[in-house]
C-alpha cells in the first residue's frame, strides 16, 4: 500500500502562482508514474500532467505552457508548478502513483478567485 499526501493548495488570485507537492511512501517511488488530477465541482476528474519513471511528460492541452510537472526521486516526490493560474483552474487536485496498481491521494484544494 502507497500512501499520497498532497500539499501546497490554497486560494490564489488569478494570474498568480502556487507549487502542489506530493510525498509518496514507498522504496520503488523511481518506478512509478506519477500524475495530477483535477475534479471541479459537477465535472468528471480530468488528467492535468503526468511524468513517466523515465521522465517523459504529458500535459492537458489547458495547462501546456503554464503548469510544470517534475519529480525528486531522491525526495519521493512529485511536484506541480502552477503559474499563470486562471478561475477555470480552480478544482480539487489529486496525485497517482501507476506501477502495476493504481494510487491517489486524498486531493488539495486550488482556488482561483479574485
Known amino acids: 500500500q502507497v500512501q499520497l499526501v498532497e500539499s501546497g493548495g490554497g486560494l490564489v488570485q488569478p494570474g498568480g502562482s502556487l507549487r502542489l507537492s506530493c510525498a509518496a511512501s514507498?522504496?520503488?517511488?523511481?518506478?512509478?508514474?506519477m500524475g495530477w488530477y483535477r475534479q471541479a465541482p459537477g465535472k468528471q476528474r480530468e488528467l492535468v500532467a503526468v511524468?513517466?519513471?523515465?521522465?517523459?511528460?504529458n500535459y492537458a492541452d489547458s495547462v501546456k505552457g503554464r503548469f510544470t510537472v517534475s519529480r525528486d526521486n531522491a525526495k519521493n516526490t512529485v511536484y506541480l508548478q502552477m503559474n499563470s493560474l486562471k478561475p477555470e483552474d480552480t478544482a480539487v487536485y489529486y496525485c497517482?502513483?501507476?506501477?502495476?496498481?493504481?494510487?491517489w491521494g486524498q486531493g488539495t484544494q486550488v482556488t482561483v478567485s479574485s
Open positions: 497517482n502513483a501507476k506501477y502495476i496498481t493504481n494510487y
Open positions: 514507498t522504496s520503488i517511488f523511481s518506478l512509478y508514474a
Open positions: 511524468i513517466s519513471s523515465g521522465g517523459n511528460l
